[in-house]
T-cell receptor
Framework: GAVVSQHPSWVICKSGTSVKIECRSL??????MFWYRQFPKQSLMLMAT?????????EQGVEKDKFLINHASLTLSTLTVTSAHPEDSSFYIC?????????????????FGPGTRLLVL | GQNIDQPTEMTATEGAIVQINCTYQ??????LFWYQQHAGEAPTFLSY??LDGLEEKGRFSSFLSRSKGYSYLLLKELQMKDSASYLC??????????WGAGTKLIIKP
């Protein structure tokens, strides 16, 4: 299956600072990547859909000025949490669809990165 | 509205069989996914069903009935490492994934 990496795997920062999380597709080119957030004992919540070369599409209730997404290449999307606050502490996970698998198998399977655990003090 | 229902928690014994059900109501249907998520880790893909019937993959099988809006994940020969949350997700007509809250499966020796 397709491999997606994330960096860093965990980060602790002070309130008010900005944190950048990278999501890379390692063995395929991803025109679309997805950013999720998951609070303890809750399901995944889609934050935004990141499209290569264009603006991200944010879900209702997600502040686009606070969660900046940049999908500058076919293998890299970044999520920057600006002016982080303790309530932003969460598990952030990215995912991507493999377009080749999508064409071949008509599959829409999303492959997830390992996640980034953010703790804002 | 759109919703996915699955049990919050299930308990089973090592070596046994367990069936995790998922019912859904979505605007359109482009497939149903099952993912496994161990505590503190990201989800990993288990199965994808878009046509009715049973898909078998080793110890795991997934079933879909589109007319009933129903799926189940069947785990056989349970092992302790199968203790995890199992997430059901449906892709709607806009190719958006609608996620269930997950079923926490506890395996006892």
């Amino acid at each position: 299956g397709a491999v997606v990496s994330q960096h860093p795997s965990w980060v602790i920062c002070k309130s008010g600072t900005s944190v950048k999380i990278e999501c890379r597709s390692l063995d395929f080119q991803a025109t679309t990547m997805f950013w999720y957030r998951q609070f303890p004992k809750q399901s995944l919540m889609l934050m935004a859909t990141s499209n290569e070369g264009s603006k991200a599409t944010y879900e209702q209730g997600v502040e686009k000025d606070k969660f900046l997404i940049n999908h500058a290449s076919l293998t890299l999307s970044t999520l920057t949490v600006t002016s982080a606050h303790p309530e932003d502490s969460s598990f952030y996970i990215c995912s991507a669809r493999d377009p080749v698998l999508r064409r071949q198998a008509q599959q829409e399977t999303q492959y997830f990165g390992p996640g980034t655990r953010l703790l804002v003090l | 509205g759109q919703n996915i229902d699955q049990p919050t928690e299930m308990t089973a014994t090592e070596g046994a069989i367990v069936q995790i059900n998922c019912t859904y109501q979505t605007s359109g249907f482009n497939g149903l996914f099952w993912y496994q998520q161990h505590a503190g880790e990201a989800p990993t893909f288990l199965s994808y069903n878009v046509l009715d019937g049973l898909e078998e993959k080793g110890r795991f099988s997934s079933f879909l009935s589109r007319s009933k809006g129903y799926s189940y994940l069947l785990l056989k020969e349970l092992q302790m490492k199968d203790s995890a949350s199992y997430l059901c997700a449906v892709m709607d007509s806009n190719y958006q994934l609608i996620w269930g809250a997950g079923t926490k499966l506890i395996i006892k020796p």
